[in-house]
């Protein structure tokens, strides 16, 4: 069975531009998390979609949205890019989205700003 | 709030020496404990779920103990490739729904031959 795919891996990109990144979930999976994972902070929770809808949210600026589609992938979104925002951002998926439910990560988008 | 800590931050084991990870928490009515793995620049590989105190789980040299506040993560005679972050995470109950966690810091493990 396939894991959590992410693309792209790596991406650079220069402030105040935007990026988009890519996550398709394991085969039968319904609910998408995002994490941001920085050497000072950790990993931090992003947003969760479940079914197409977004059902919480982290504490991070309107600036990062994302989407999920009716296939479950999903799509996360930065816009006006700060230096900052450099991180590798996670993409997990778990079968049923519930609380104690197991969330399987992908490898990651290394995302540079500079 | 809920919070999870982890320590130590990091740990430099001697191959074959014995040691433990902590993972303490606080949440109001713990619904399960997650350990899990990160090599560098990969994301985590997920390794066991804790859902009550005295609960243990196995598998291969690792071994995950919960109780009321904390839970360790047992490592008997590791080898060179145990070398990874190890992180533990609570799920975050906002709203009785949702799949959230809160990770604490990882402890960076080293093993050297």
């Known amino acids: 069975k396939a894991g959590v795919t992410q693309t792209p891996r790596y991406l650079i990109k220069t402030r105040g531009q935007q990026v988009t990144l890519s996550c398709s979930p394991i085969?039968?999976?319904?609910?998408v998390s995002w994490y941001q994972q920085t050497p000072g902070q950790g990993l931090q929770f992003l947003f969760e979609y479940f079914s197409e809808t977004q059902r919480n949210k982290g504490n991070f600026p309107g600036r990062f949205s994302g989407r999920q589609f009716s296939n479950s992938r999903s799509e996360m979104n930065v816009s006006t890019l700060e230096l900052g925002d450099s991180a590798l951002y996670l993409c997990?998926?778990?079968?049923?989205?519930?609380?104690?439910?197991?969330?399987?990560f992908g490898p990651g988008t290394r995302l540079t700003v500079l | 709030e809920d919070q999870v800590t982890q320590s130590p931050e990091a740990l430099r084991l001697q191959e074959g020496e014995s040691s433990s990870l902590n993972c303490s928490y606080t949440?109001?009515?713990?619904?399960?404990l997650f350990w899990y793995r990160q090599d560098p620049g990969k994301g985590p590989e997920f390794l066991f779920t804790l859902y009550s105190a005295g609960e243990e789980k196995e598998k291969e040299r690792l071994k995950a103990t919960l109780t009321k506040k904390e839970s360790f993560l047992h490592i008997t005679a590791p080898k060179p490739e145990d070398s990874a972050t190890y992180l533990c995470a609570v799920p975050v109950d906002w709203n009785n729904a949702g799949n959230m966690l809160t990770f604490g810091g990882g402890t960076r493990l080293m093993v050297k031959p």
């Open positions: 997990a998926s778990s079968k049923t989205g519930g609380p104690t439910d197991t969330q399987y």
């Open positions: 085969s039968g999976h319904r609910s």
């Open positions: 949440v109001s009515g713990l619904r399960g």
